[in-house]
C-alpha cells in the first residue's frame, strides 16, 4: 500500500522544486532537526530523505525507489552539483541548503542527547553498528541506541518480519536505516506501515563512519563541493562508477529542466 507523504497536506511546509526528475525540499541542517524534534514531540512519525545524483539515477530504474520517494515528508539535498544547477536554473536554492547527516549530526545528537531520544541504528556489516553506538554514547553519554546490522535477506518474510518485530520492541523515537541505496529505500518502502510511529532517516554509509570504518570526508571539503573527491580517493573501486559513469544518464532530466526553465 503507497503511503502519502505529509507533504502537500501539512501547513509550513518548505517550498519544494524539482531537479532532474526528481524533488527536493529547500530545508537547512537546522530545518531537519527542528522537523524530527517537532515530529517526536507530538509522536508522529515521518520520513525524511535525501537526492543526489545517485539517487536520481536510481530513482529511474527503480520501482521502489520512486515509492519511498513518493512518502517521503522530507527530501534533503545532499549535492553541491544539484545545487549548482538549481540555482542555474533561477531556483531560490543555495549553500545553506545541503542537508545529510554529516551536515547535522553534530546537532542530532545533542536535540537526541538533550530529549532524551531512543535512536535505533539499522543497518551496516555485523559489528559496525555496535561500535558505531559505542563511539556515539561515549560522545553524547546517555543517549539510547539500539542496533541491528543489515545483512539480511530483504525478500525473505521470515527475515524482514524478524527485524521489523526487534524495531517495534525497542520503541525508537528515530530509526536510521543505513543499507546503501537502493536497498534502504527499498526496505522503508516495503515495511514503513508495520513500523512504530518514528522519524525515519536514510542515512547510507553513516555507521561505517561513525564506527571509523571508512574515512569521514572533512566538513570543509563539501562546503567547497569536493566532498565526492575525498570519497573516491578512500573507495576508487566502489565509487568510480558512481561518479564517473551514473552521471551521464541524467542527460535527458537536465534537457527536460531546461526545456520548461
Not at 2 to 11: A, C, L, P
Not at 30 to 54: Q, T, Y
Not at 92 to 118: I, K, M, S
Request: hydrophobic share 45%; with cysteine; proline share 7%.
Amino acid at each position: 500500500m503507497t503511503v502519502q507523504s505529509v507533504h502537500s497536506v501539512e501547513k509550513d511546509q518548505p517550498p519544494r522544486i524539482r531537479l532532474l526528475g526528481g524533488e527536493v525540499d529547500l530545508v537547512t541542517p537546522a530545518a531537519v532537526i527542528a522537523f524530527a524534534e517537532a515530529r517526536i514531540r507530538a509522536g508522529l512519525g515521518g520520513v525524511v530523505a535525501n537526492h543526489n545524483l545517485h539517487s536520481l539515477y536510481w530513482l529511474r530504474r527503480e520501482p521502489e525507489m520512486a515509492d519511498f520517494y513518493g512518502m517521503a515528508d522530507l527530501v534533503e539535498i545532499d549535492s553541491r552539483p544539484l545545487i549548482a544547477w538549481g540555482r542555474w536554473l533561477g531556483h531560490p536554492v543555495g549553500v545553506e541548503h545541503r542537508a545529510t547527516y554529516l551536515d547535522w549530526r553534530e546537532d542530532f545528537w545533542r536535540a537526541a542527547q538533550g530529549g532524551g531520544w531512543r535512536v535505533f541504528q539499522l543497518g551496516g556489516a555485523p559489528g559496525v553498528a555496535e561500535k558505531a553506538a559505542e563511539a556515539l554514547r561515549q560522545r553524547w553519554p546517555g543517549v539510547e541506541i539500539g542496533v541491528r546490522h543489515g545483512y539480511f535477506d530483504l525478500d525473505n518474510p521470515d527475515d524482514a518480519a524478524a527485524v521489523v518485530e526487534t524495531i517495534k520492541d525497542w520503541r525508537p523515537d528515530v530509526l536510521f536505516v543505513g543499507m546503501g541505496m537502493p536497498r534502504q529505500e527499498r526496505w522503508v518502502a516495503r515495511y514503513r506501515t508495520a513500523l512504530p510511529a518514528c522519524v525515519i532517516f536514510t542515512v547510507g554509509a553513516a555507521f561505517d563512519y561513525e564506527a571509523g570504518v571508512t574515512p569521514t570526508p572533512p566538513r570543509w571539503s563539501g562546503r567547497l563541493g569536493v566532498e565526492w573527491l575525498f570519497r573516491f580517493a578512500a573507495e576508487p573501486s566502489r565509487l568510480f562508477r558512481r561518479y564517473f559513469v551514473e552521471p551521464w544518464s541524467l542527460i535527458g532530466p537536465a534537457l527536460a529542466d531546461l526545456k520548461g526553465r
